[in-house]
């Protein structure tokens, strides 16, 4: 048990269908992060909130739209997926601030996407 | 990109034996970060780095940096079947962190 969460652990998904995934945090961090990761590939960093304020948008495509609507919980609105985007994605929270490097990232087991 | 990069892409032990792997990295950054990974789980934070730092240990874990040549090691000693996982190395400054592809260890009883 990380101390963060995210549900649901598994979701199949049509083309034209409109999902959500959850992570909330229970750590009392102060910045959290989507990440998509597909096999045989790094870890691809989707987006960061820190405080609440989005910091960081990797050129994602509008299709995924996060949201956070509190220092603990953060979304991935999901729509009109394409079957690449078929992946685990997994969000992660972490106490960070500038100058002392990125803290230590706390991991969620994951959302296993599969886009038909 | 301040991307790690892991070597080898995989590597196969004796339980009981040693397993290194390398990272690399182009920037420089403020930490270095080792993560393992169970299959199908989410990353779990094994040792942090400073910059300034050039060996760490926790537990069976060793791990090593040499920022003139951007590159970190990871030793586990003494391998055991759980320790079958991958691992990624993980750089960055501030609030992001990238990873790289990861090394894949089996340990083989």
């Known amino acids: 048990e990380t101390g963060v969460t995210q549900t649901p652990r598994h979701l199949v998904m049509g083309m034209t269908n409109k999902k959500s995934l959850k992570c909330e945090q229970h750590?009392?961090?102060?910045?959290m992060y989507w990440y998509k990761q597909s096999a045989k590939k790094p870890l691809e960093l989707m987006f960061v909130?820190?405080?609440?304020?989005?910091?960081e948008n990797n050129s994602v495509p509008s299709r995924f739209s996060p949201e956070c609507p509190n220092s603990s919980h953060l979304f991935l609105h999901l729509h009109t997926l394409q079957p690449e985007d078929s992946a685990l994605y997994l969000c992660?929270?972490?106490?960070?601030?500038?100058?002392?490097?990125?803290?230590?990232?706390?991991f969620g087991e994951g959302s296993r996407l599969t886009v038909l | 990109s301040q991307q790690g990069e892991e070597d080898p892409q995989a590597l196969s032990i004796q339980e009981g034996e040693n397993a290194t792997m390398n990272c690399s990295y182009k920037?420089?950054?403020?930490?270095l970060q080792w993560y393992r990974q169970n299959s199908g789980r989410g990353l779990v934070h094994l040792i942090l780095?400073?910059?300034?730092?050039r060996e760490k240990h926790s537990g069976r874990l060793r791990v090593t940096l040499d920022t003139s040549k951007k590159s970190s090691s990871l030793l586990i000693t003494a391998s055991r079947a759980a320790d079958t996982a991958s691992y990624f190395c993980?750089?960055?400054?501030?609030?992001?962190?990238?990873f790289g592809a990861g090394t894949t260890v089996t340990v083989r009883a």
């Open positions: 780095i400073r910059s300034n730092e």
């Open positions: 920037t420089s950054i403020n930490n």
């Open positions: 750590l009392g961090h102060n910045a």
């Open positions: 909130y820190s405080l609440e304020e989005r910091v």
């Open positions: 993980a750089t960055g400054s501030d609030y992001k962190l990238s």
């Open positions: 992660a929270s972490s106490q960070s601030g500038a100058g002392i490097g990125a803290g230590e990232l706390f």
